[in-house]
């Protein structure tokens, strides 16, 4: 392979990582919500469309890198809106989604569960001894 052609390649690689949308003064006092939520203490400000690039050439960009980066653009367009919390309304769909924002103020919207679900108790843990380590060396 030709020394441009690598270049070009390592540079798509490494684009696709980067992060391109920031996040404005003031957009991380706005809660995203989860998809399932209760939202019905809150006002409903409006409806927000976004949309990043999920591919780079022929490179597709991380998934979860794209979905940050929607919701970094939704946080930010929820301040025109004078909304403190966005809610997905569909999934990510070609680097692009929609949500509605909401102005909840001091309510705190809640997640519903299913009405069957009964709360386990966590696992007691001890801690690791460190005389109960096992260690192999290295060839």
Known sequence: MNRPLCLLA????????????????????????AADADAS???????I???VKD????????????????ETMARN???DLDADAVKPLE????????????????????????ATTTPTPAPKVQPLQMEEAETFPVR
């Open 91 to 114: 999934e990510p769909i070609a680097g692009e989604q929609r949500f509605s924002a909401y102005r909840c103020g001091t309510a705190m919207p809640t997640r519903t569960a299913p």
């Open 55 to 70: 591919r780079v050439g022929l490179y597709d960009r991380n998934a979860l890198k794209v979905r940050d980066e929607l």
């Open 10 to 33: 390592l540079s798509v690689l490494l684009l696709g990582g980067c992060t391109w949308v920031k996040m404005e003064p003031g957009a991380a006092r706005v809660r995203v919500l």
């Open 41 to 47: 203490g809150c006002v409903l400000r409006g409806e």
């Open 49 to 51: 469309g976004v949309s």
């Open 77 to 79: 367009e929820a301040l």
